[in-house]
Nanobody, 123 residues
Framework: QVQLVESGGGLVQAGGSLTLSCEVSGPAFSSYDMGWFRQTPGKEREFVAGISWSRGIPYYTPGLKGRLTISRDNAKDTLYLQMNSLVPEDTAVYYC????????????????WGQGTQVTVSS
């Protein structure tokens, strides 16, 4: 099982930027895909972005691409999500996740999950 701990959430005004972090540990996580989801009350969990830990190739939800950058630092075992030009609709709990492949990750299948970090964007 992969352990994931998110941090970096908080309150930011519309138009601002925020970077989330996820510390990763556990067996064989370097062979997994890692990514970010978000969820608001009453709505389905939404895939945001993913990356192959070993290859470093990112992929994004089309509607969010351009405002988001996912990356990882191998030396620090940390995953990042940089968010720019934030709008109130970005308000959600953001979760870090890992899975065996990009196919399973984007579907939220066979995932290990972090506890989540709250992002609130004010207007």
């Amino acid at each position: 099982q992969v352990q994931l701990v998110e941090s970096g959430g908080g309150l930011v005004q519309a138009g601002g930027s925020l970077t989330l972090s996820c510390e990763v540990s556990g067996p064989a996580f370097s062979s997994y895909d890692m990514g970010w989801f978000r969820q608001t009350p009453g709505k389905e969990r939404e895939f945001v972005a993913g990356i192959s830990w070993s290859r470093g190739i990112p992929y994004y939800t089309p509607g969010l691409k351009g405002r988001l950058t996912i990356s990882r630092d191998n030396a620090k075992d940390t995953l990042y999500l940089q968010m720019n030009s934030l709008v109130p609709e970005d308000t959600a709990v953001y979760y870090c996740a890992s899975s065996y492949s990009d196919y399973t990750l984007i579907r939220g299948e066979n995932c290990d999950w972090g506890q989540g970090t709250q992002v609130t964007v004010s207007s």
